[in-house]
């Protein structure tokens, strides 16, 4: 579905020095797979997302989305930051309703859509609170069904559960899996952690700073529906390792 | 009624009234006992009683400074808004318009207001001139970071979803910069009364600040302190309804939030 070929991006920052984020990036994503990205700060990683979604041109290299090439955004796409960015002064519902009226589509056709997914992330009943009303975790829920209201065929993921606790992170992941098996659909899962990034993908794409690159990219072969139980599974234990050396081969050791 | 909120009810209005209440006892007390002549410090009886025989001509003299202040704050927003609009939306306009900006804001008003008297003339104009003169900043500086303070993921968005720039400012950038606005808004009404009044003693006929200015000169400290109180009054008002206005319009920051 996604095909990155050869992708290199680099800034101009403000002094007027080029500095490199992503360089020879190639990966090709199929259709309604889940591959997370895993790697340390400044390893270009959010730049991946912004280029896919056509937000930022590449400097280098070309991207396709089923077959057509991006050079502008397109309408396919939904969105998850780490932070929820919701609009304060809207309800729970017109939150969620806010990515089909930026659309320019009629929000009214959507009130029945966008009260299922809240029903479907538990949310059910909150939809006239105001987002500083919910936890953080619940905020992002909020977050998430806006992006799937739309129902895009990729989701694109910036370390979406990067501000929750470790608790809710956990839980949180789950929960989307959950959604992901009801409603098909390509995700990049952008994240720091390591366990993370196994236990949701089926591919995880490991990456190295400055500028970013992809060291290798792993074939996650655990049974779904996934569980918290399977970080306790020798093979699990074996990926995180391969990932942990792959990240910190190019590093020198204290 | 429980305890916590009798306890509350003390602490928040029985004790504030009490200590004012015990302040103008006190300050009336001393002004009989030690016989301060009323153009020293009248006392609050005096100044009670001197503002009620003003009652009608005061009328007149609060409508006028109302106005005037009115004026200048309304001023305020029609200029300061957009121009807090462009500076945020181009960066040519902003370094051309914010040191003029900057510039105007640090000439004194009160320097600026003889001048201003002489080219305009007598009349309420110049002093709602002055008003927004002197009002006009804290909505330009706040509108700004306000419309600048919208998340950049929330712009990502907006234009992954492909919105127009126009709709992206009404429906994202617009509502965000609300409580920015008010809290310049609270600030510029409290300033308009300022600069009305610094206005009125430039030179006038009319208004609460021309009141004290005459009475002064005729030592008729009690008429003065009648109009302060007005002043106080009516700035205090003016607060609150911006506050009431600021509650309507963005009921979302009073919801509580949950812990």
């Not at chain 1, 659309?103 to 029945?112: A, D, F, Q, S």
């Not at chain 2, 009336?28 to 025989?53: D, K, L, Q, Y």
């Not at chain 2, 029609?78 to 500076?87: D, Q, R, T």
């Not at chain 2, 509502?175 to 009125?200: H, N, Q, R, Y």
Request: aromatic letters at 8%; a neutral charge.
């Amino acid at each position: 579905m996604i095909r990155l070929d050869h992708v290199a991006k680099t800034y101009r920052t403000r002094r007027g020095d080029l500095v490199p984020a992503l360089e020879d990036v190639s990966l090709d994503v199929g259709e309604n797979e889940f591959v997370s990205v895993v790697g340390t700060s400044g390893c270009g990683k959010s730049t991946l997302l912004k280029l896919v979604a056509g937000l930022t041109p590449a400097t280098r290299g070309s991207i396709h989305v089923r077959d057509q090439i991006v050079r502008e955004p397109f309408t396919d796409v939904g969105f998850v930051f780490q932070q929820p960015v919701l609009l304060p002064w809207r309800s729970v519902l017109d939150n969620v309703l806010f990515s089909v009226e930026m659309l320019g589509l009629e929000p009214r056709h959507y009130r029945k859509p966008a009260l299922d997914l809240l029903e479907l992330t538990g949310l059910g009943g909150f939809e006239t609170k105001y987002p500083r009303e919910l936890s953080g975790g619940m905020q992002q829920r909020v977050a998430i069904c806006r992006a799937l209201l739309p129902d895009p065929g990729l989701l694109l993921m910036d370390e979406p559960f990067g501000a929750l606790d470790a608790m809710t992170r956990e839980e949180m992941g789950l929960e989307l899996l959950r959604i992901w098996e009801e409603r098909r659909k390509t995700i990049i899962f952008v994240t720091h952690s390591i366990p993370e990034a196994i236990l949701l993908a089926d591919r995880v794409v490991v990456m190295t700073p400055r500028p970013g690159r992809i060291a290798r990219v792993l074939g996650i072969d655990l049974p779904r529906p996934r569980t918290m139980d399977l970080e306790f599974v020798p093979r699990f234990k074996a990926y995180s390792d391969d990932v942990r050396n792959l990240i910190f081969s190019g590093r020198k050791r204290p | 009624m429980t305890a916590r909120v009798a306890r509350r009810v003390v602490s928040d209005y029985l004790v504030p009234t009490a200590a004012l209440v015990g302040v103008l006892v006190l300050w009336e007390a001393a002004t009989r006992a030690f016989h301060i002549p009323n153009f020293i410090m009248p006392a609050p009886s005096a100044i009670v009683g001197e503002g009620w025989e003003w009652r009608y001509r005061f009328l007149d003299h609060t409508w006028v400074t109302l106005y005037e202040t009115l004026g200048g704050f309304a001023l305020s927003i029609l200029v300061g808004v957009p121009l807090a609009v462009l500076i945020v939306y181009s960066p040519v306009l902003k370094s051309a318009l914010y040191p003029l900006i900057v510039l105007a804001q640090s000439v004194p008003k009160i320097a600026v207001a003889p001048v201003l008297l002489l080219i305009l003339g007598h009349g309420e104009i110049p002093k709602v001139i002055v008003a927004f003169l002197v009002a006009f900043f804290p909505v330009v500086v706040d509108t700004a970071t306000g419309l600048a303070a919208t998340p950049p993921e929330l712009l990502d968005l907006s234009r992954s979803y492909r919105a127009s720039a126009f709709k992206t400012f009404v429906k994202v950038r617009l509502p965000m910069a609300l409580p920015f606005f008010f809290a310049g808004a609270k600030v510029a009404i409290t300033l308009s009364v300022i600069g009305a009044v610094v206005g009125e003693f430039v030179g006038s006929d009319k208004g609460l600040g021309y009141v004290i200015l005459s009475a002064t000169s005729y030592w008729k400290t009690e008429l003065a302190f009648s109009s302060m109180i007005l002043l106080s009054v009516m700035a205090i008002l003016l607060f609150g309804a911006v506050s009431l206005v600021e509650r309507l319009v963005c009921p979302w920051l009073a919801a509580e939030s949950e812990d």
